[in-house]
């Protein structure tokens, strides 16, 4: 396995084109349904390759709580531009990831956080994470795609 | 061969002296190619975490490292194979309320101005990271 540089303030973004340039895609089987409306369809979550593959390999993605950080600068009412990017390059990176655990920190990152607090508080969950393969094969009436209420939270 | 150049300015035909970052920040800081037919599939990209199919003919793109401010460029195409739209708003990405430093919402549509999946569809942006 390729060894990743030591990276320490290096920008994400050198990073990533490092990760891109050195390591092979990895196509993940899994994908993470959500609902976030009630006058929403369910949404998924496929992960991206290039982005798996830095997670799996270790040292080059920053921890998720950077993001949060962010989200909650650019939430601020007169939020014009990030003054803590910063955060993004000048924080320890992560160690590998197992595909179980890039999938937690996925979720954390780009599923809304009113659907990871309290996703099995309901009588059915607002998330799931499933294979592929168990997503309907056919699109017909994707707008009206539901979590199943056979789904026990 | 490995090799490194390290330099601060380039200098033109012209004459003219060019930051070397002024290249470097012209480059694109997110692509991606996408089917939405079918089980979305993210066939390649830059910068991006991951993939959202939010609705039919709608996608959602999740950075990695995230844009300085919500004014980056986003230049779109959309396709299937020997298909020519006409008349057509054939893409268009949300800018109303759905894009942020860190997701941009994207929309496909065909002859009939309703969102529609297409079987590939291409970004590339342009902009300052945070």
Known sequence: MMQTPEFKGTHLWDRLCWAKENLEGYQSDYRVVYEDSVDECAKILVPDPNWMAAALQGGILPPVWVYHELAKDEAQEDFKKHTRGYLLHQT??????????????????????????DWDSGNRPKMVICRKEQLPQSREWRNAWRISNEIAA | ???????????????????????VNGS?????????????????????????DVGNGRSQFNWTSSFDSVYYSATVGVGEYNIRYLNVPAFGVST?????????????????????????????????LA
């Open chain 2, 96 to 128: 109303n309320g759905n894009k942020t430093t860190a997701v941009l919402l994207f929309h496909s549509q065909k002859t009939n101005n309703a969102d529609d999946d297409t079987l590939e569809n291409s970004v590339t942006i342009h902009g300052d």
């Open chain 1, 92 to 117: 320890e990176p992560m160690p590998a990831m197992s595909e179980k655990e890039a999938i937690e920190y996925l979720i954390l990152k780009d599923c809304p956080q009113s659907v990871w607090q």
């Open chain 2, 28 to 52: 694109a800081k997110a692509w991606n190619v996408h089917t939405q037919a079918g089980t979305y599939v993210l066939h390649d990209s830059l910068n991006m975490s991951s993939l959202g």
């Open chain 2, 1 to 23: 061969m490995a090799g490194k150049i390290i330099a601060d300015t380039i200098e033109t035909g012209a004459g003219a002296d060019i930051s070397t970052s002024y290249v």
